[in-house]
Every structure is written in structure tokens, then in C-alpha cells.
């Protein structure tokens, strides 16, 4: 399964890429490898939320899309905009509606790496509830509808100290690998995420 994560090959009818808000420190990873996706012919999308403690913001993701020529830019929007704190979970709910309503079918999703995996969890996780519309519980083919593939950010140095969620946690990327596998495994727990077999069902009936 980590092996089809991290090394997903993008889809030549891919629609759109979304970009997972990062802090200043670790976003050079995900907007480098936005640059790299557009200039693949592939339109991005980020979250509008206007910034707060962690994701520097809407305001500032565009302007530097504009300075690197990126013309096609779908703002997301985000049920907490006026809140400074947001979320992986709150990102890929808005994330998920956002494809829902506007009928696209086939996107990617972007991280820092060490953070990608429990992005594509959450963004399946969603994918997996709102379709089946029944319960957490549920896994059910027939319904799905979304596809979403993995597209891990530039890799950036693993030993430098950083700041990551909502720019409250400091500590190495290495150390973020597993303090964020960690919080994934707490969610499945609560429930809130679906379980690595889920995912990998996901992922059969995705490619099948």
C-alpha cells in the first residue's frame, strides 16, 4: 500500500491537482511540485482559507502562482474561513464537496511527504463516507465515483527542524514521518479515518 501511495503514477486524464496547506516552512514542497503539475497541463487548487496559524494563506499561494505564471488556479473553498486554525480533515471534507458539486471525478493530491500519507488517508476517508452515505462502517464499490491519486510534494532536507500543524508542532521532517503516522493510526482508532484495508480496496477498485 505505501508503495502505491508514494509512488502513484498520475493519470493522463487527471483534472486537477489539490495543493494540502502547509507552513512557510515546509510549503516550498508543495508549490515546487504544483509549478512542475501545471506545466503538465494540469490545473491546481488550493484551500481559500485566508491564513491563520499554520497555512500562510489563499492571498499568499496566489501571488506566488502568479509570479510562476500559473494561470488556472481553482480556490477551494473552506467551511472555516474565518477561523486562524484549520485542518487536514477540514481540508479534505471542503475538498471532497468541492469535487462533489462541480462533477470532476479524477484529482490528485499534494503534500510535504512526510505528511502525504495521512492526507490521502483523510481525502479516501471522506471520499469513502460521502458516497457510500451510509455510515463509516461501509465500504461500497458500486457507489464510488471519486478518484483520487497521490502526488507526494519535492522532498526537502529531513533533518532540518520546522514548524508543521498549525505551525504549533517543531521538530525534524524525519520525526514527522512518524509522529504523523501516529496521529493517522489514532484517527482510524476513533474512527474518524478508515482502516488500511479500506484504503487498499479503495485503491483496487480505483485502478481496476
Same mark, same amino acid.
Given at each position: 500500500?505505501?508503495?502505491?501511495?508514494?509512488?502513484?503514477?498520475?493519470?493522463?486524464?487527471?483534472?486537477?491537482? $489539490?495543493?494540502?496547506?502547509?507552513?512557510?516552512?515546509?510549503?516550498?514542497?508543495?508549490?515546487?511540485?504544483?509549478?512542475?503539475?501545471?506545466?503538465?497541463?494540469?490545473?491546481?487548487?488550493?484551500?481559500?482559507?485566508?491564513?491563520?496559524?499554520?497555512?500562510?494563506?489563499?492571498?499568499?499561494?496566489?501571488? $506566488?502562482?502568479?509570479?510562476?505564471? !500559473?494561470?488556472?488556479?481553482?480556490?477551494?473553498?473552506?467551511?472555516?474561513?474565518?477561523?486562524?486554525?484549520?485542518?487536514?480533515?477540514?481540508?479534505?471534507?471542503?475538498?471532497?464537496?468541492?469535487?462533489?458539486?462541480?462533477?470532476?471525478?479524477?484529482?490528485?493530491?499534494?503534500?510535504?511527504?512526510?505528511?502525504?500519507?495521512?492526507?490521502?488517508?483523510?481525502?479516501?476517508?471522506?471520499?469513502?463516507?460521502?458516497?457510500?452515505?451510509?455510515?463509516?462502517?461501509?465500504?461500497?464499490?458500486?457507489?464510488?465515483? &471519486?478518484?483520487?491519486?497521490?502526488?507526494?510534494?519535492?522532498? /526537502?532536507?529531513?533533518?532540518?527542524?520546522?514548524?508543521?500543524?498549525?505551525? !504549533?508542532?517543531?521538530?525534524?521532517?524525519?520525526?514527522?514521518?512518524?509522529?504523523?503516522?501516529?496521529?493517522?493510526?489514532?484517527?482510524?482508532?476513533?474512527?474518524? /479515518?478508515?482502516?488500511?484495508?479500506?484504503?487498499?480496496?479503495? &485503491?483496487?477498485?480505483?485502478?481496476?
Amino acid at each position: 500500500m505505501l508503495a502505491k501511495i508514494f509512488s502513484d503514477p498520475i493519470p493522463a486524464n487527471l483534472e486537477v491537482a $489539490y495543493l494540502f496547506g502547509q507552513t512557510k516552512d515546509n510549503e516550498a514542497s508543495v508549490l515546487e511540485k504544483g509549478v512542475e503539475i501545471f506545466h503538465k497541463g494540469i490545473p491546481l487548487a488550493i484551500s481559500r482559507h485566508p491564513g491563520g496559524t499554520g497555512y500562510p494563506g489563499f492571498p499568499r499561494w496566489k501571488e $506566488y502562482f502568479k509570479v510562476m505564471h !500559473v494561470n488556472s488556479l481553482f480556490p477551494i473553498p473552506q467551511e472555516n474561513e474565518g477561523d486562524p486554525v484549520t485542518s487536514t480533515l477540514i481540508e479534505a471534507k471542503s475538498l471532497v464537496s468541492f469535487m462533489e458539486g462541480t462533477g470532476i471525478t479524477r484529482f490528485g493530491i499534494v503534500s510535504s511527504p512526510f505528511h502525504q500519507l495521512r492526507a490521502f488517508f483523510t481525502v479516501v476517508s471522506e471520499i469513502v463516507k460521502v458516497e457510500a452515505k451510509i455510515s463509516k462502517e461501509m465500504f461500497l464499490p458500486e457507489d464510488q465515483k &471519486l478518484r483520487v491519486y497521490s502526488i507526494p510534494g519535492m522532498p /526537502l532536507p529531513w533533518h532540518e527542524e520546522v514548524l508543521h500543524s498549525q505551525g !504549533v508542532e517543531r521538530g525534524t521532517r524525519e520525526a514527522f514521518l512518524t509522529s504523523d503516522w501516529e496521529k493517522t493510526k489514532s484517527y482510524i482508532n476513533k474512527r474518524d /479515518l478508515v482502516d488500511s484495508s479500506r484504503i487498499l480496496e479503495y &485503491l483496487e477498485w480505483r485502478d481496476g
